[in-house]
Structure formats: C-alpha cells, structure tokens
T-cell receptor, first 112, second 114 residues
Framework: GQQLNQSPQSMFIQEGEDVSMNCTSS?????WLWYKQDPGEGPVLLIA?????ELTSNGRLTAQFGITRKDSFLNISASIPSDVGIYFC????????????FGPGTSLSVIP | ETGVTQTPRHLVMGMTNKKSLKCEQH?????MYWYKQSAKKPLELMFV???????ENNSVPSRFSPECPNSSHLFLHLHTLQPEDSALYLC?????????????FGSGTQLSVL
C-alpha cells in the first residue's frame, strides 16, 4: 500500500541552527500536510500544501510541495527550544477526508 | 472548552477488563476519527465517522468497538485487549466539506494493557 518515508528519523541541533527534514513516497499525492506533536499532546497542523511546486511559510517554518508530487520538505529557521517535538508529514491522494496517510515522523531535539 | 478533548489521559487495564475512551469536539465538525499511535510507527487510522455514520473501518479487531451518538461525541469501547494494544489513542475531527484533510487532534489517551 501507500507509504511515506521521513528523514532523518531524529536530529539533535543547537539552538539557533536551521533545520531541514523531508518526506518522500513512491506514490503521487494531491495534498501534503505537516504536523508537529509536542510531548504528551496530539499532533497540531503546521502547514498545508495543495499544488506542485508550492512554497508556503508559517513564521519560521517553510514547506514545499515537490514538483514530482512525490515529496515535500519542511525547513525551520533559527530553532528555539520550543521547536522540540515530532514532526509528521501526511499526504492525501484523493479528495476524501478519510484518505490521509501519515509518515513515521522526525524527532527534533534542540540543545539550548 | 474549545478544540478536541479526550478522557481519560491515561488508562491501565487488564486483559479481561472493559473500558471506554471518550472524545468530545467543540469545533462544529461533522467527521470524527480514532487513530492508534505506537512507538516508531506512523499513525494508524482505525475508524472514521461522518455525520454519525461509520464510513471507514480499517480491519480493526472486534475487541475495539466505536460509538458515535452525535457529531460532537465519539467513544471507543475496549474489551479483552492484548498487551500489543498498548499505545496512544488519538481522536481527531475535521469538516469534510471544507478542508476535510485538516485534522484537529485531541491530546490522546495513553493506554497500557497488562
């Protein structure tokens, strides 16, 4: 079935550094979403992307919908301690609310 | 109270117990979901309800039984669970006719089966 791969699996960075993570699949997606999960909480939507090549920002976060429609990346600039958490990508192949597939996540740790 | 609320936050149960997880959403959404989150694995969709009708059941064992009495409330009834069912159970909601792909999650119930 459809599967999303995220890399890296985990990362440890110094406060103030920029972060880049990506999400790939062998399938084409119509929508890409990025969620963040804080420890002990549920995931929260950060950014949604709807068109191939689309580049969208939300504060220090920037995400892009890959041209091939099989990948997406998320960048975080000038990381701060509250950026700690697990970042999930999710893709949707059909315009159906029950067809959202999640990746395994990238765990981010920020060292003050 | 706003958003999606789940109770209890933590639950420990034996394999012969019967318990229920509760979810309530205050966002006016029409669709509600149960997801299972195990360590190092992607979120697994278990059930979807739209307008109180079940529209998706992803081959979930019958020891998990969902109930959606109205569009704001969702339950997951548990009985004779196995230790491998220990996980974080997340409830979510969305509005299918407007940005249905955007899921709003609760904080989850951390379940431990002994």
């Amino acid at each position: 079935g459809q599967q999303l791969n995220q890399s890296p699996q985990s990362m440890f960075i110094q406060e103030g550094e920029d972060v880049s993570m990506n999400c790939t699949s062998s399938s084409i997606f119509n929508t890409w979403l990025w969620y963040k999960q804080d420890p002990g909480e549920g995931p929260v939507l950060l950014i949604a992307l709807y068109k191939a090549g689309e580049l969208t920002s939300n504060g220090r976060l920037t995400a892009q919908f890959g041209i091939t429609r099989k990948d997406s990346f998320l960048n975080i600039s000038a990381s701060i301690p509250s950026d700690v958490g697990i970042y999930f990508c999710a893709g949707q192949t059909e315009t159906s609310y029950d067809k959202v597939i999640f990746g395994p996540g990238t765990s981010l740790s920020v060292i003050p | 109270e706003t958003g999606v609320t789940q109770t209890p936050r933590h639950l420990v149960m034996g394999m012969t117990n019967k318990k229920s997880l509760k979810c309530e959403q205050h966002l006016g959404h029409n669709a509600m979901y149960w997801y299972k989150q195990s360590a190092k694995k992607p979120l697994e969709l278990m059930f979807v309800y739209s307008l109180e009708e079940r529209v998706e059941n992803n081959s979930v064992p019958s020891r998990f039984s969902p109930e959606c009495p109205n569009s704001s409330h969702l339950f997951l009834h548990l009985h004779t669970l196995q230790p491998e069912d220990s996980a974080l159970y997340l409830c979510a909601s969305s509005q299918p006719d407007r940005d249905g792909e955007k899921l709003f999650f609760g904080s989850g119930t951390q379940l431990s089966v002994l």
